[in-house]
């Protein structure tokens, strides 16, 4: 049950887009259809941005996309606004009932 | 108004236990899995356990296996995590999480109850 991995930190301006990837094994991320995003700001609970790889929750902007290719997961947010910045976490179903999360990746806008 | 509330956390020494609660309310409680994810202050979020809607499957992270024990009550719509054997690395802030439905992610957070554990 090893983390996934994920940048630390991304950033970009106001207007461009950004991709934060998330690399697991064949074990969780491969394996299954199953890579969610959730979005964080300072203390705040997490909030689910995409399920299912690349479904959006009702009331999430399409500037929000996710995709996966083999064992990594990539959440991608164009167009940039200030209140994207947050802490952005990928999780996956590891198996036998279990889950893992990402070690997260702090957004900046500059 | 769906959601859910934890309790339970505070200041417990090492090697201590403690047992935090999550009150669910608003939504159909016994239809859905529910979990606890941590999160240390300042670090990122950790999945430590789920149960099933009718606790026939259970599930934890190896940081916690053999120390902590999840159940659920469907009659009180509350989820328990026993934390037993606690550890300086167990402080955390504990969210508890509803599943969404058959699918993977968790679609209800929480607002979080805080576990120190210091000497």
């Known amino acids: 049950q090893s983390a996934l991995t994920q940048p630390r930190s991304v950033s970009g301006s106001p207007g461009q887009s950004v991709t934060i990837s998330c690399s697991g094994t064949?074990?969780?991320?491969?394996?299954?259809?199953?890579v969610s995003w959730y979005q964080q700001h300072p203390d705040k609970d997490p909030k689910l941005m995409i399920y299912?790889?690349?479904q959006r929750p009702s009331g999430v902007l399409d500037r929000f996309s996710g995709s996966k290719s083999g064992n990594t997961a990539s959440l991608t947010i164009s167009g940039l606004q200030a209140e994207d910045e947050a802490d952005y976490y990928c999780?996956?179903?590891?198996?036998?009932?279990?889950?893992?999360f990402g070690g997260g990746t702090k957004l900046t806008v500059l | 108004e769906v959601q859910l509330v934890e309790s339970g956390g505070g200041l417990v020494q090492p090697g201590g236990s403690l047992r935090l609660s999550c009150a669910a309310s608003?939504?159909?409680?016994?239809?859905?899995?529910m979990h606890w994810v941590r999160q240390p202050p300042g670090k990122g979020l950790a999945w430590v356990s789920g149960?099933?809607?009718?606790?026939?499957?259970?599930g934890y992270a190896d940081s916690v296996k053999g120390r902590f024990t999840i159940s659920r009550d469907n009659a009180k719509n509350s989820v328990y995590l026993q934390m037993n054997s606690l550890r300086i690395e167990d402080t955390a802030f504990y969210y508890c999480?509803?599943?969404?439905?058959?699918?993977?992610?968790?679609?209800?957070w929480g607002r979080g109850t805080l576990v120190t554990v210091s000497s």
């Open positions: 999480a509803k599943k969404a439905g058959s699918n993977w992610y968790f679609d209800l």
């Open positions: 608003g939504f159909m409680f016994n239809d859905y899995a």
């Open positions: 149960v099933s809607w009718n606790s026939g499957s259970i």
């Open positions: 064949s074990s969780d991320v491969g394996a299954y259809n199953s």
């Open positions: 299912d790889v690349n």
């Open positions: 999780c996956s179903y590891a198996g036998s009932y279990t889950w893992v």
